[in-house]
């Protein structure tokens, strides 16, 4: 229910403009690194999730096609999206200027969510798909694999939140969809969706940058005015930001190599932590967390990075280093023993 919670919150507080020149988060322009994809480090197996499936190859034999999107297909399917947006009128922040009713879509990652929220901040219907368990499987996230797990859910998802909902797309009045950052091939896969939804109802069409979204979650939880300090951590991201406005972000620090969701789950995937019962369907930073609680915090000592730097950038790509440094000094005493 968290996870829920989580995204119908993100997908009410929406980006309501796409730069023309590529987008900027505040100052600092979108296409840096840190800022290309997004994958979660720290999420929970849903009842709707695809831990039924063993192999590559049998997921490629349900979805509804083979064929993996060029990125030209994906440039053209991103500037029809713009037309889309340039043809409705948005009157206000978001589009809307009266209590309204919007339906998101997330496809980001590994993740088909819909919600259906008003602006009045009330979630009318929410439903979720996970791939958390297929990827585990494989060792991370595989874009083709995640965008045909996405073509074959996000028809039912949509229906199951529109339904507990009670709307049609008629009942809408904006429909929001995340366009990035994320994976491209599966960002496609929401924006078609949104886009065709538009078409079907004449409504407007609302992107969403999520890391916006997730810096703006908190202005739905509580009565919170501008400007405030935010600070967000996921599996590709580490940024500490200022948010000034909806649009008006400024960057104070953020990672200068690894995020940390990288770090977690290479470790983990090192510790070979998916071979234990309880680590076999947790995510690489949820493993670590779950076996740290039942280990010593003092066994192993690590140092503090960049503490010699005023500034507010981190650095995790040291941290991964000394941990492997750690295991393989465990491995080859207990291999001495053996």
Known sequence: MHRYRALS??????????????????????????LRNI??????????????????????????????????????????????????????????????VILGIETSADDTGA????????ILGEALNSQLQIHLNHGGIIPPIAKHLHEQHIGRILKEAMNQANVTVHDLDAIATTV????????????????????????????VHHMKAHALTCRMLHDLEFPYMVLLVSGGHCLLTIARSIEDFDILGSTIDDAPGEAFDKTARRLKLNNLKEGSSLSGGAAIEYYATKGNPEAFQFPTPMYKYRDCNWSFSGLKFIALRHILREERKYGELL
């Open 9 to 34: 919150r993100n997908l009410f507080l929406v980006s309501p403009s796409i730069s023309r020149n590529g987008g900027t988060f505040g100052g600092t322009h979108l296409n840096a690194p840190w």
């Open 180 to 207: 990035k950052p994320g994976l491209s091939l599966c960002l496609l896969v929401g924006m078609k969706y949104g886009k065709n939804l538009c078409i079907e109802g004449n409504k407007p069409f609302i992107p």
């Open 115 to 122: 919600a259906v929220v008003t602006t009045e901040k009330k």
């Open 39 to 100: 994958s979660s480090s720290s999420k929970l197996c849903t009842n709707g999730s695809d831990s039924s499936y063993k192999s590559i190859s049998e997921i490629l034999n349900v979805t509804s096609s083979g064929k993996q999107d060029s990125p030209e297909e994906i440039v053209t399917e991103y500037d029809r999206v713009r037309e889309i947006q340039s043809s409705t009128h948005h009157s206000g922040p978001g589009g809307i200027t009266k209590t309204g």
